[in-house]
């Protein structure tokens, strides 16, 4: 038995091929003593050479990832409890401790950021629209139904005008934030970003472009294109009709991106 050794796991029925030495990262937890080679721990059933793991296949998953690389990537599709739960059985204390501080992070953004249908009455009181300010090369909020809004539709994400009946991204700040954007790379996500869906993990971003300036074409401007950043994954290259964002567009690996991202006053 050799700790590269290569293991072939049934989760629940789904497959799931890795090192040895994955599952002995973390040598306090249960899977350590399962899979080490003293084997403190009866070993598992096995099931067409196979070892049966009777664990919820995604959470494992998100497990497996934290004893390889010592992040936490939750999918879209799982909560820090769900995964919390498995880990505890497992005995890694020290991601269950990580989930903690996820959702502790998590709870403290007090400012939501959601997709609504616009309307001249909807940009009041703390509620803003996203436009691009090409003056500072930033994009800023704004209630000002005049500038050209950051807008979202069939999955694309397009500068939409007063006259237009779509849906626009609509922040509503608590008076203790603020809003910033900070560089990321690799579908790097900052505790801080804010997702503008409630259930799954989609947040805004924009690639920086440069064109001709209008006025002088001997000047470049700076352009924003806004694009959904997918929680471990990247920023979207294309936009699909699909509902899936995650599951059916492409990505840019390894560009750089900005994404908002929630600060304290």
């Known amino acids: 038995m050799e700790l590269t050794d290569i293991l072939k796991l049934n989760v629940r029925g ?15 937890s249960v899977l350590a003593r399962m899979f080490s080679p003293d084997q403190f721990l009866s070993s598992t059933v096995m099931i067409d050479e196979a070892h049966f793991i009777d664990a919820d296949p ?5 497990l497996l990832n934290w004893l390889t690389y010592c992040k936490v990537l939750l999918p879209r ?3 820090p409890e769900s995964v919390a739960a498995v880990a505890e059985f497992y005995g ?4 269950c401790r990580e989930l903690e501080t996820y ?15 616009y309307n001249k009455s909807l940009l009041t009181e703390n509620r803003w629209a996203i436009c691009w300010n090409p003056k500072l090369s930033t994009p800023i909020l704004t209630q000002n139904i005049a500038d050209k809004i950051i807008g979202y539709h069939n999955n694309d994400i397009i500068e939409i005008d007063s006259n237009s009946e779509k849906s626009i991204f609509v922040l509503t700040m608590h008076p203790s934030e603020f809003v910033h954007w900070e560089l990321c ?3 790097n996500v900052p505790e801080k970003a804010l997702r503008f869906t409630q259930n799954d993990a989609l947040y805004l971003g924009y690639r920086e472009g440069q064109v001709n300036a ?21 920023i979207c290259k294309n936009h699909d009709e699909e509902v899936e964002m995650s599951m059916y567009c492409e990505f840019v690996y390894g560009e750089k991106y900005f994404i908002l991202c929630i600060g304290n006053k």
């Open 185 to 187: 790379e690799g579908g």
């Open 92 to 95: 890694l204390t020290d991601l």
């Open 103 to 117: 959702c502790e992070n998590t709870e403290k953004i007090l400012s939501k950021m959601k997709i609504a249908m």
């Open 214 to 234: 209008e006025i002088d074409m001997n000047k470049t401007e700076t352009i924003a294109d806004f694009r959904v950043v997918v929680k471990g994954k990247g």
């Open 77 to 79: 599709n799982l909560t």
């Open 58 to 62: 995604d959470c494992f998953q998100v």
């Open 14 to 28: 789904k497959i799931i091929v890795t090192a040895r030495s994955s599952l002995l990262s973390d040598p306090t």
